[in-house]
C-alpha cells in the first residue's frame, strides 16, 4: 500500500528540552515569521526528523506519489521545492522527481531492489530568486523485497564418490545454492531435495540409495548394497526452493560414482600351462598365463604381478606383466640345457599390485602350473675356460705340453683344433686331441710378447652337419729363465804402462740378452793365475769393472782371459779373451807415439839406432813412391783401352798382386782369401759415445757372405752399410775406423780365377754401371767411348 502522508516542515521538532519554557509564550517566538529582520524573512532555526519512506518493489503503479513536503512558514511570496540525490540528478537519474509548486514526490518507474535497496535525498524550500528559505531536509527512501528471484545451484552437474560397500550414512558431497532476494526475508530461505535417482547402468538398483539436509545440501548414503561390480554410479535429480520450500524453485543433477575396492584376487583361468624353449637360448618369450579379476580395470586394485615360487632355482626363467592385458609373460633369462634338464615344472603365483581389502573374501592365493620342454639343437663346442692361463718358461723344449684337454662338445661330437694365431710360430697342436705344445724355445724379447705375455688364438669345431665353431684365446706368460751366456765388452783396449799411474786401466762391461734378474749384476774374475801375477780386475759397479796391471809392464799387445758371471739361476759364465795394448802415456794419460815414447824416455838413444829408423822411414817413403809410380802406368794402360784384368802377356795375375797381412801359404797355396775387414775395438778412453743408441747393446750381425753374382754386390755393400749404421757399440760417424784382419776361413774365391787370356780390348764394363753409384766412376774410366 502506498504512504499517503503529508509531511510539513515544523510538525516534529526535536530540541535540546521536551518542555517548552517561557520565551516559548512569546509572541516572537510562537511566531518567528511575523518578525522582520534586517535580512529578510526570520525563523528560528530547528532539525526536522523524517522517517525512511518504504516503497514495494516492482509496483506497476507509476508514477506514485510517495510523500509530500511543506515549509510551515508563511511567505508573502511564492515556494519553490527542489530535491537532489541519486535517483534524480545523480545516477541512477530519474526515478524519482518533485512538484517544485506542490512538494510531492514521485517514484517514476518502477523499482528493483536487487539493484537498489535505498535512497538518501535533499529536498529544499527556495524563493523564486534561488534563496534558501529552510535548511535541507533528509529523505530516506527503502525499497521493499518482494520474492520475484528463484534459487540458483552453484553448478548446473555436481560430482562426487563414495566407496562401494559404504555403510548408512557415509558422507558422499555437498551441493549450494543462492537466491537474490532479501535474506533477511523468507523470499531467501532455501530448502534442498532430492526428486529423482538413476543407477548406472540403469536399472540396476531401484531403492533409494542417498538422502539430503534440506538445509544444508549434504548428500549421505542411505542404505546398503552399492557394489561396484553391480552398479558403477548414480545419477540425482536435485530441486531447491525458497520461502522454505514452497516459493520458487530450480533444478539441477548430482552424478555419484561408486568407487572400487580391491575386493575380489586375481584368479588364474586356465591354472595348466604347457610350453617349450630352445636350449642356449636368451632373452626370449616362450608363453603367457593369463588371470581374471573383476575389479575396476588399469587400477591397481586389477593390475596383477606374477611370481615364479617354485621350479626355478638357477633363475633360467622370469615372468613380468603386460600392462594393457594383465597377463604374464614367461621368458627364458638364461641359457638352458638339454643335455643337464629336459623338463621344467614351473609353480606361478598371482596378486594384485594394490593389498587386498579388509571386505575381500579370505581365499587362498592362487596358483598355476607351468610345464616347459626344453628342444635340443646343435651346439657349438665350448672351452673348459676362455682364456686359456698357461705359464711356461722362455726356455721349453720343443715337443712339451702345454695344455691339454681344452674343450668339449655337449652333443658329444668330434671335435677338430686349429690355431688360428701364432704370430712367431712357436706352438703346435694336436688336431684331434686339442694337445698343445712347444714347436720351439719361447722368447721373451719378442716384439709379439707385451709385459712377458704371449697371446694366440684356439679354435674348436664340431664335425657335425654345419661345422660350428668356437674361438678361445690363449694366454702364455712367459717365465723368464737364464738362457744367454754374458758377452764382455769390450774385447781390446789399451792402457798405461807405468804401474803406479792412477785411473790406468781398461774398463769393462757384459752384455747379456737375458732381462733381470737373470742379467746383471755381473762378476769379473781372472782364472789364469800367471795372469793374475801381473794384472788385477776391480768391480765398479753391478755392471762395470776395471783391468789394471799390476806391475809395471813392457809397451806391447797382451792377451788377457776374463770371466765374466751373471746372476740367473743358475748363473752363466763366459770366458773372453781381452787384447790389451800397453803403451807408454802422457801426463794425460793418452797412449804417446813411438817416436813420442823414444825421445820422451830418460835413457837416451843411440845414433846407431836412429840411424836404423831413418833408414826405415826412407825405405818406406820409397816403396810409397814405387807404389805411386806402379798406380799411374797402370791408369796410362786403361786410358789406351787395355783390360783392366788382364795385361800383355799369359804370366800368372798371382804375380802381379801384393799381398798385405799374408799368413802362411806361399806360391804353391792355390787358394787367397779376401780378409774380412772387422771393426776393431779402441780402448774405453779412446770411444766417442753415441747419443743415438743406449750402452751395452749388442752389436748387430755383419753379411759375411760373397756375393754369388756381381750384380749382388750393391745389395751387400748395403747390407754392411746398414749393420754399421745400426751397430750401437761403434763410434760415432766422423770417427776414423780401425781395420784389422779377422782371420782366415773366408769364404771368398781365390783370386786365381780372375787371370784371362782375353785382352783389355775385349772386355764388356758396362756391368759396372747396375753395381749402383759407388761404382758409377769405376764404370766411366773403362768407358769405351
Known amino acids: 500500500s502506498l504512504w499517503d502522508v503529508f509531511l510539513m516542515f515544523g510538525i516534529l521538532s526535536v530540541g535540546s528540552s521536551g518542555q517548552a519554557g517561557r520565551e516559548d509564550l512569546n509572541p516572537a517566538a510562537l511566531y518567528p515569521w511575523r518578525q522582520r529582520s534586517s535580512g529578510g524573512l526570520s525563523r528560528v532555526k ?318 587362498p592365493v592362487s596358483s598355476a602350473t607351468v610345464v616347459v620342454t626344453v628342444v635340443n639343437e646343435n651346439e657349438a663346442p665350448r672351452f673348459i675356460k676362455d682364456p686359456i692361463e698357461i705359464l711356461v718358461p722362455e726356455s721349453v723344449d720343443p715337443g712339451t705340453v702345454l695344455a691339454s684337454n681344452i674343450a668339449y662338445d655337449p652333443d658329444n661330437a668330434k671335435l677338430k683344433y686349429d690355431i688360428l694365431r701364432d704370430p712367431e710360430g712357436w706352438l703346435i697342436i694336436n688336431h684331434e686331441t686339442g694337445e698343445i705344445a712347444a714347436r720351439k724355445p719361447f722368447n721373451v724379447l719378442s716384439p709379439h710378447v707385451k709385459n712377458n705375455i704371449y697371446n694366440a688364438v684356439i679354435r674348436v669345431t664340431d664335425t657335425d652337419a654345419g661345422g660350428i665353431s668356437t674361438t678361445a684365446s690363449l694366454v702364455i706368460t712367459l717365465w723368464e729363465t737364464n738362457d744367454f751366456l754374458p758377452q764382455l765388452f769390450p774385447l781390446m783396449g789399451t792402457v798405461c804402462s807405468e804401474s803406479g799411474r792412477k785411473a790406468s786401466g781398461l774398463f769393462l762391461t757384459a752384455v747379456d740378452e737375458d732381462l733381470p ?82 825421445f820422451g824416455t830418460r835413457v837416451g838413444v843411440s845414433f846407431i839406432a836412429l840411424l836404423v829408423i831413418m833408414a826405415s822411414i826412407a825405405l818406406l817413403l820409397l816403396l810409397l813412391l814405387l807404389a805411386v809410380a806402379v798406380g799411374n802406368c797402370r791408369r796410362h794402360h786403361m786410358k789406351k783401352g787395355e783390360g783392366l784384368l788382364v795385361g800383355d802377356s799369359d804370366e800368372d795375375i798371382r804375380d802381379n798382386v801384393l799381398n798385405y797381412d799374408e799368413q802362411g801359404g806361399g806360391e804353391e797355396d792355390e787358394v787367397r782369401h779376401y780378409n774380412t775387414l772387422q771393426l776393431a775395438e779402441p780402448s774405453s778412453g779412446d770411444i766417442p759415445l753415441r747419443k743415438d743408441y743406449p750402452d751395452n747393446l749388442p752389436s748387430p750381425s755383419y753379411p759375411r757372405k760373397p756375393p754369388a753374382d756381381p750384380t749382388d754386390i750393391e745389395d751387400f755393400i748395403n747390407d754392411g752399410l746398414e749393420a754399421a749404421d745400426h751397430d750401437p757399440n761403434i763410434p760415432p760417424y766422423d770417427t776414423a775406423l780401425i781395420y784389422d784382419y779377422e782371420g782366415d776361413g773366408s769364404l771368398a774365391g781365390s783370386l786365381s780365377s780372375i787371370a784371362s787370356a782375353s785382352s783389355d780390348g775385349d772386355q764388356d764394363y758396362d756391368y759396372l754401371n747396375d753395381w749402383g753409384p759407388r761404382f758409377k766412376k769405376l764404370a766411366n774410366m773403362y768407358d769405351p767411348r
Open 517 to 598: 734378474p737373470h742379467a746383471e749384476p755381473f762378476t769379473f774374475h781372472l782364472q789364469d793365475i800367471n795372469v793374475s801375477a801381473n794384472w788385477t780386475i776391480i768391480q765398479v759397479n753391478e755392471t762395470h769393472a776395471v783391468l789394471r796391471p799390476l806391475v809395471e809392464l813392457e809397451t806391447g799387445e797382451y792377451g788377457v782371459t776374463v770371466l765374466v758371471t751373471d746372476s740367473g739361476t743358475p748363473s752363466l759364465s763366459a770366458y773372453a779373451q781381452v787384447n790389451v795394448t800397453v803403451c807408454p802415456c802422457g801426463k794425460d794419460g793418452e797412449c804417446k807415439t813411438e817416436a813420442a815414447a823414444i
Open 46 to 363: 530547528r532539525d526536522w526528523i523524517i522517517p525512511p519512506i518504504r516503497v514495494l518493489e516492482n509496483s506497476k503503479q507509476v508514477p506514485e506519489n510517495l510523500v509530500q513536503i511543506k515549509s510551515d512558514k508563511i511567505f508573502t511570496g511564492e515556494v519553490i521545492y527542489k530535491l537532489e540525490g541519486p535517483g534524480v540528478d545523480q545516477d541512477p537519474k530519474d526515478l524519482f522527481e518533485i512538484d517544485d509548486k506542490t512538494g510531492w514526490i514521485r517514484s517514476m518507474i518502477p523499482l528493483d531492489r536487487e539493484k537498489y535497496r535505498s535512497f538518501t535525498l535533499k529536498a529544499f524550500a527556495l524563493s523564486p530568486s534561488g534563496e534558501r528559505l529552510e535548511n535541507p531536509s533528509t529523505i530516506e527512501i527503502v525499497v521493499l523485497d518482494q520474492n520475484d528471484n528463484r534459487p540458483n545451484f552453484s553448478q548446473k552437474e555436481f560430482a562426487g564418490s563414495v566407496y562401494e560397500f559404504s555403510v548408512p550414512g557415509t558422507s558422499v558431497m555437498s551441493v549450494t545454492a543462492t537466491d537474490a532476494d532479501d535474506p533477511t526475508t523468507d523470499n531467501a530461505i532455501l530448502s534442498y531435495s532430492i526428486i529423482g535417482q538413476e543407477s548406472i547402468p540403469p536399472l540396476r538398483i531401484n531403492k533409494t540409495m542417498f538422502g539430503i539436509n534440506n538445509e544444508t545440501g549434504a548428500i549421505y548414503t542411505r542404505d546398503v548394497g552399492l557394489d561396484w561390480e553391480v552398479v558403477k554410479g548414480f545419477r540425482l535429480k536435485l530441486q531447491v526452493a525458497d520461502m522454505s520450500g514452497m516459493g520458487l524453485t530450480s533444478l539441477a543433477n548430482a552424478v555419484i560414482h561408486v568407487t572400487d575396492i580391491n575386493n575380489n584376487p586375481p584368479r588364474f583361468s586356465p591354472d595348466l600351462y604347457t610350453m617349450s624353449a630352445v636350449e642356449n637360448k636368451i632373452d626370449f618369450v616362450i608363453g603367457w598365463v593369463n588371470a581374471t579379476d573383476n575389479d575396476e580395470p588399469g587400477t591397481g586394485n586389477w593390475e596383477t604381478k606374477y611370481t615364479i615360487a617354485k621350479g626355478n632355482p638357477s633363475r633360467n626363467f622370469a615372468i613380468r606383466t603386460d600392462p594393457v592385458t594383465n597377463e604374464g609373460i614367461l621368458s627364458v633369462v638364461k641359457a638352458l640345457d638339454y643335455e643337464s634338464q629336459e623338463v621344467y615344472t614351473l609353480t606361478l603365483t598371482v596378486e594384485n599390485v594394490n593389498p587386498l581389502s579388509i571386505k575381500a573374501p579370505k581365499n
